[in-house]
Antibody
């Protein structure tokens, strides 16, 4: 069965960095687009970024462009989100998800808190 | 960016009755391939979102046939027949036509 297991969240000070990971299993990881979505406390869902199967195509939501970098390692079935210059408004639960135009499977989510 | 607007934002439902949620987009989600790029997700309390309906009307694997999606262009509807207690949560629509992919505000379904 498809599984997406996330790691890497935590508390970080404003301006700091954090890298999220998403370990995929149960499907041919290298065949699929992958996405990151976030949810601020008590708020709705916000799409953050996506990456093509070969990493040739990436896209970002405007507020994270230039600060976040999505990447993947198809040999290790891993998806990453490198987050730099973090701001208080980046505080959220971050989800990885399989797919692009529709998100068929989601990870369990990992909380990122940006606070001094 | 495409704006997606859901209504209502709160939906109290008696068990066994039907419920409908509307989703409207600021531009057509119909692509030249004939598919409408609109999806529906349910986030149950304390859980990750789960895909219910993709490409406007296709039920995801394992989703009961009580859930159905319809619509085309800019107007879409999620219908739930014979609502059960396990259907509580927040329902989101999402446009998958072009990035940035955008979600509706969410509709909270509760049992009366």
């Amino acid at each position: 069965q498809v599984q997406l297991v996330q790691s890497g969240g935590g508390l970080v000070e404003p301006g700091g960095s954090l890298r999220l990971s998403c370990a995929a299993s149960g499907f041919i990881f290298g065949d699929y687009y992958m996405s990151w979505i976030r949810q601020a406390p008590g708020k709705g869902l916000e799409w953050v970024s996506c990456i093509s199967s070969t990493s040739s195509y990436t896209k970002y939501e405007d507020s994270v462009k230039g600060r976040f970098t999505i990447s993947r390692d198809n040999a290790k079935n891993l998806l990453y989100l490198q987050m730099n210059s973090l701001r208080a408004e980046d505080t959220a639960v971050y989800y990885c998800a399989k797919g692009l135009e529709y998100l068929a499977y989601w990870g369990q989510g990992t909380l990122v808190t940006v606070s001094s | 960016d495409i704006v997606v607007t859901q209504s209502p934002l709160s939906l109290p439902v008696t068990p066994g009755e039907s419920a409908s949620i509307s989703c409207r987009s600021s531009q057509s989600l119909l692509r030249s391939n004939g598919y409408n790029y609109l999806d529906w997700y349910l986030q149950k309390p304390g859980q990750s979102p789960q895909l219910l309906i993709y490409l406007a009307s296709n039920r995801a694997s394992g989703v009961p046939d009580r859930f159905s999606g319809s619509g085309s262009g800019t107007d879409f509807t999620l219908k739930i027949t014979k609502v059960e207690a396990e259907d509580v949560g927040v329902y989101y629509c999402m446009q998958g036509l072009q990035p940035p992919y955008t979600f509706g505000q969410g509709t909270k379904l509760e049992i009366k």
